[in-house]
């Protein structure tokens, strides 16, 4: 069974403090690894998806990297306005009907 | 990518009765998935909903409680029967759009807020 771990579940950071989340999985085979935001009352939007270890993907101050194990989602210099849950997804090569398991989240609050 | 139109955005129910989730996609789409979120919790798989075939519940989830119509490849229902409170989430509709996952991943919609009073 697909398992995804997120941490921490929330995180309190001052504005231009950069720091890291983590999403730990456990698949039998990775199809990919998605990234999203949500905002309260909203639907998630997407960030990024990885497919193999080694890959980054980068999109403004946000930069997402991949192991075997691990995905990071790295934040530089965070504003305010990136203050959201933070949700990690995982698509398994077992998985003919193409759904997605999702973590936890990680729900972000940036001070100014 | 696609746009999804949800509706509606937010209901209050009576228990005991049932709600009807819309979701239009601006696109042609072969699965469409409903997922529910109930309050602090990440997203859950109800089921998929596949164009001209019943249905596929995951674990948990039954057509009983969770109807869903399918007909066509644009459209979809979720109806949550015999309400309880329990039943009170956001239910979401995602849909997959033929072509590079990478540049969009799975769509989702604005969400349905529902409270069961």
């Known amino acids: 069974e697909d398992q995804v771990t997120q941490s921490p579940e929330a995180l309190r950071l001052q504005e231009g403090e950069s720091s890291s989340l983590n999403c730990s999985y456990t698949v039998s085979g990775l199809r990919g690894l998605f990234w999203y935001r949500q905002d309260p009352g909203k639907g998630p939007e997407f960030l990024f998806t990885?497919?193999?270890a080694g890959e980054e993907k980068e999109k403004e101050r946000l930069k997402a990297t991949l192991t075997k194990k691990e995905s990071f989602l790295h934040i530089t210099a965070p504003k305010p306005e990136d203050s959201a849950t933070y949700l990690c997804?995982?698509?398994?090569?077992?998985?003919?009907?193409?759904?997605?398991?999702f973590g936890g989240g990680t729900r972000l609050m940036v001070k100014p | 990518s696609a746009v999804i139109s949800q509706k509606p955005s937010r209901d209050i129910c009576q228990r005991g009765t049932s709600l009807t989730i819309q979701c239009q996609v601006d696109s042609q789409v072969t699965m469409m998935f409903w997922y529910r979120q109930q309050p602090g919790q990440s997203l859950t798989l109800i089921a998929t909903a596949n164009q001209g075939s019943e249905a596929t519940y995951e674990s948990g989830f039954v057509i009983d409680k969770f109807p869903i119509s399918r007909p066509n490849l644009t459209f979809s229902t979720l109806t949550v029967s015999n309400l309880s409170p329990e039943d009170s989430s956001i239910y979401l509709c995602s849909v997959v759009v033929a072509g590079p996952v990478e540049n969009y991943g799975y769509t989702f919609g604005s969400g349905t807020r529902l409270t069961v009073v």
């Open positions: 990885l497919y193999s």
């Open positions: 997804a995982v698509q398994s090569l077992d998985n003919a009907g193409n759904m997605l398991t």
